[in-house]
């Protein structure tokens, strides 16, 4: 598991931690120390901590005039156990949205599990991001399952296009873009 780096082809774009007003400015991140570990296995140092014993992030991009950011997660999501779910919006996504951040993606094919509990941290979540939207892409199959299994793909949009997204070939302005146009059009009568 200290292999799986988050994605960093486009820090000449932007980086968390030299942004003022990221949940993440100022953290300064080892190259070679590893100090972080889910249950008994080091992850790589990039990651950033939130909070959360499992679950971990990397807020890759975010355009305040467009509204929007990606995140790739990594990690066990466990709301069971240890409320993810709570840290990651107390800690990461309520610092965006003050900052009118209302279109959320997130990176999930290196979320290994989804344990459930309760699904209000995602109901407050979509209800404070007015006409914004969270799209999940890549995330595995049986974690995907979970999420429906709760009804948290009432608030996340996942499945068809989301889930094949060969997102590393594009910027981060064209991925929104086409996320953004396949979400109108699911929501298109």
Known sequence: MHNIEPYYNWRSLYIASEDN????????NSEFEFTNAIYDHYIHPQ????????????LLY???EKQYCIIEL?????????????????NVIEVLVEQDIKYFLLIGENVLEFHS???????EWFDNIGDG?????NFRDHVLKEFMDTNI???????????????????PDQLFEIVNNLI???LEP
């Open 153 to 171: 793909d009432y608030y996340i949009a996942f499945g068809g296009r989301f889930e094949e997204m060969v997102w590393r070939k594009y910027l």
């Open 21 to 28: 007003r990221s949940p993440f400015y100022n953290r300064r």
């Open 117 to 123: 509990d309760t699904n209000d941290y995602f109901e």
């Open 62 to 64: 975010t355009d305040y």
């Open 74 to 90: 990594f990690g066990e999501w466990n709301d069971t156990l240890y409320n993810d779910i709570m840290f990651f919006y107390r």
């Open 133 to 137: 939207w969270i799209v999940g892409l």
């Open 47 to 58: 990651w950033d901590e939130f909070g959360s014993k499992t679950l971990y992030a990397k």
């Open 184 to 186: 109108t059009k699911r």
